[in-house]
């Protein structure tokens, strides 16, 4: 099978959404499949990765936030426009992440309403969700959070266009939880009878337990000793993930316990999280690191004693899985899974005092995880078997 797969995010670098697409298309190609990958690229990022068997075709990122509409999303179009007219580029499935590929799903309505014998329309398209505009917009507005013009007027409108175009065209949608598919049936109207769950999975083999002298040898090299509680936060520094909450919650806790946060985000809230460190005098419990390559992020579980994500609302977060698979109990809010998994809890509540009891529960109780349900339930492979499924659907009911 050949597919033509679109995703705005590929590495490197490995922050934000390409370990998901990366790991699919690694373990999809594994089993023979062709790809050609059109993907946003930074100027200057390195030797792209290239696993075998697939195809690189690059396209500026956008230069400025909330422009990508206007910018790579056009150059991407165009591109993708003349690579489909040359007869030697047959497909079998587009499958396209996001809303990169805005102005191919407006094409495709516009084929699809005037022109349904257009040979563009022969090849079926599977979108893939890992959340909803609309779905964001409540939750943020439901949580009073301030939105900032360029998203509220700009990014999320057209967000919020590329998805519903989304839904009209594709013979199939991919969701990564119940609660995005239900955003789109509620906000979209898409027909449920082309929808399909699809949770994120984990790499197994990166993400797994640290031995004992591994784990002792990581936590000295960050001036841990024996006797502190790790409590990590990894990921994007953005508003809508509460970090800042867990930098007041460290006030209410023993002297022991020690923050890890991992990422990057948002330079003005990362400011804000850095003066608050500062001036609740917890530089010395608040161990901060920046962007840290994906193949290197197992280390800050494997030292941690907890993961927290307060989360105001996620689809489901690879860095749980993550987390889980190598051992640690995590803590989190936003989102729900549908299997029950030993070690993963949810909060009830943000309120400092709550988040403060349950993480000190959680840790003094020495809490077991389920690592194998993981590795059983959640590895790449079985993602790739389940998306099988939806490109069958999807070659036998295209529009």
């Not at 398209?125 to 409540?138: A, C, I, Q």
């Not at 993981?374 to 590895?379: E, G, L, M, P, R």
């Amino acid at each position: 099978m050949r597919i033509l797969r679109i995703v705005y995010d590929w590495p490197p670098p490995w922050s934000g959404l390409a370990p998901h697409p990366y790991e699919l298309t690694v373990s999809q190609a594994k089993k023979g499949y062709n790809f050609d990958l059109f993907c946003g690229r930074w100027p200057n990022a390195g030797p792209v990765e290239q696993p075998e068997g697939v195809t690189i075709h690059p396209v500026m990122r956008e230069p400025f936030p909330n422009t990508i509409a206007f910018t790579s999303s056009v150059v991407l179009f165009f591109k993708y426009y003349f690579w489909r007219k040359s007869k030697k580029n047959k497909i079998d499935i587009i499958h396209s992440h996001g809303h990169f590929a805005i102005w191919i799903y407006l094409y495709r309505f516009i084929l699809q309403k005037y022109f349904p014998w257009a040979d563009e329309l022969m090849t079926p398209l599977v979108v893939h969700f890992h959340n909803t505009s609309d779905g964001r917009k409540e939750a943020l507005e439901g949580a009073g959070k301030d939105i900032k013009p360029g998203s509220q007027y700009v990014g999320w409108p057209l967000m919020s266009f590329s998805d519903k175009l989304a839904t009209k065209v594709a013979a199939a949608c991919v969701f990564v939880s119940d609660t995005t598919k239900e955003e789109a049936v509620k906000f979209y109207g898409v027909d449920p009878k082309k929808c399909f769950v699809i949770e994120s999975g984990v790499n197994f083999e990166l993400f797994a337990r640290a031995g004992a002298d591994e784990r002792d040898k990581s936590r000295k090299d960050l001036r841990l000793d024996m006797y502190d509680k790790v409590i990590l936060y990894h990921g994007m520094l953005v508003e809508r993930k509460n970090v800042h909450l867990l930098i007041e919650v460290l006030q209410q806790l023993p002297r022991h316990y020690k923050l890890l946060i991992v990422g990057t985000g948002d330079v003005v809230y990362e400011r804000q999280l850095m003066e608050s460190i500062k001036r609740r005098a917890l530089e010395d419990r608040v161990i901060k690191i920046g962007y840290t390559p994906y193949p290197m992020t197992p280390i800050s579980y494997q030292i941690s004693d907890i993961f927290v994500l307060p989360s105001q609302w996620e689809g489901v977060p690879k860095v749980v899985m993550q987390g889980l698979a190598c051992g640690v109990p995590c803590l989190v809010s936003g989102f729900r899974l549908s299997e029950e998994i030993k070690g993963l809890f949810y909060l009830e509540s943000l309120d400092l005092e709550y988040i403060a009891k349950r993480i000190q529960e959680i840790v003094d109780g020495r809490t077991e995880v389920d690592s194998s349900k993981i590795n059983t339930f959640y590895s790449w492979d079985n993602r790739t078997k389940e998306l099988d499924k939806v490109y069958e659907f999807a070659k036998n009911h295209y529009l």
